[in-house]
């Protein structure tokens, strides 16, 4: 079955990095179109970026520029690395997979939608402070 996996969370400062990896298992990984998406308390899931089947990138407005979705098809593992952060990027994040080879729609920040995606991991935590 799939599995996917999150690493990489931790507490930073503002303009700290971080790198966030998804070690993913159980399906056809090239074929799939995978995303990272983040939920902030009392907050709705909101898509960060995505990247589909054919390497199309996608990104929400708010972190094009300071966030670079990537992965290795060899490993089976997505990357999210993460610079510039701000307090504002506080949140759970979570890896998900889709078997539809691209997302269909787009959520109102511009990033992939997350009714896109079917298979979700356990998240890690990110957390930023000024």
């Known amino acids: 079955q799939v599995q996917l996996a999150e690493s990489g969370g931790g507490s930073v400062q503002s303009g700290g990095s971080l790198r966030l990896s998804c070690a993913a298992s159980?399906?056809?990984?090239?074929?799939?179109?995978m995303g990272w998406f983040r939920q902030a308390p009392g907050k709705g899931r909101e898509g960060v970026a995505g990247?589909?089947?054919?390497?199309?990138?996608r990104y929400a407005d708010s972190v094009k520029g300071r966030f670079t979705i990537s992965h290795d098809n060899a490993k089976k593992t997505l990357y999210l690395q993460m610079n510039s952060l701000k307090p504002e990027d506080t949140a759970m994040y979570y890896c998900?997979?889709?078997?539809?080879?691209?997302?269909?729609?787009?959520?109102?920040?511009?990033?992939?939608?997350?009714?896109?995606?079917?298979?979700w991991g356990q998240g890690t935590q990110v957390t930023v402070s000024s």
């Open positions: 998900a997979a889709s078997d539809g080879g691209s997302w269909y729609a787009l959520d109102s920040g511009g990033g992939p939608h997350p009714a896109s995606f079917g298979y």
């Open positions: 159980g399906f056809s990984y090239s074929s799939y179109c």
């Open positions: 990247i589909d089947s054919g390497g199309s990138r």
